[in-house]
């Protein structure tokens, strides 16, 4: 699973960012998971697990993806780079990660999340375009009132200084 370089050694394993993943790459790379992830399903008994519809839900490709990395660091990356402990430790990080694989509501089938909520710069953004209240007030100061009497104060005691 390890990619060939142009000597014919394998490639070290590299870093996925599938948002900065071409859309043929993207593809190619989620083929190369789904093949793994088959292969684990079924070495390690797993299905119950695993939601069925796993690449359907970028946030289960995430933690697949850190897993199948891990694997092939471990398994088919260099060896001087590991502990004497690498598999035991990866099993180990594969059952920690198997509650956040599934999803709750895919149980029977496939079910597409709700809508992310908006990030505050959308969300404000989203409001001001609706034409809020509060932007289209009127001009206007809770203690307007005291404000003008403060002024009033303030320019009868400078007239009384100049004389005026």
């Not at 597409?112 to 009127?138: I, K």
């Amino acid at each position: 699973m390890a990619e060939q370089t142009g000597q014919g050694k394998p490639e070290g394993p590299q870093r996925w960012v599938w948002s900065a993943m071409e859309p043929d790459e993207r593809e190619s790379r989620l083929a190369e998971l789904t093949l793994w992830v088959d292969w684990l399903i079924e070495t390690y008994d797993v299905r119950n697990q695993i939601a069925r519809c796993w690449y359907r839900h970028p946030r289960i490709i995430e933690q697949l993806t850190a897993l199948y990395l891990g694997w092939v660091r471990t398994y088919a990356g260099d060896p001087s780079k590991l502990t004497l402990r690498a598999e035991i430790d990866w099993v180990k990080e594969l059952y920690a990660f198997l509650p956040r694989l599934g999803n709750a509501s895919c149980q029977s089938s496939h079910q597409d999340p709700p809508a992310p909520p908006l990030t505050d710069g959308e969300a404000y953004s989203e409001w001001v375009d609706a034409g809020p209240a509060f932007l289209a007030r009127p001009r206007s100061h809770p203690a307007q009132a005291q404000v003008f009497r403060l002024a009033e104060g303030a320019r009868a005691a400078a007239e009384a200084r100049s004389g005026g």
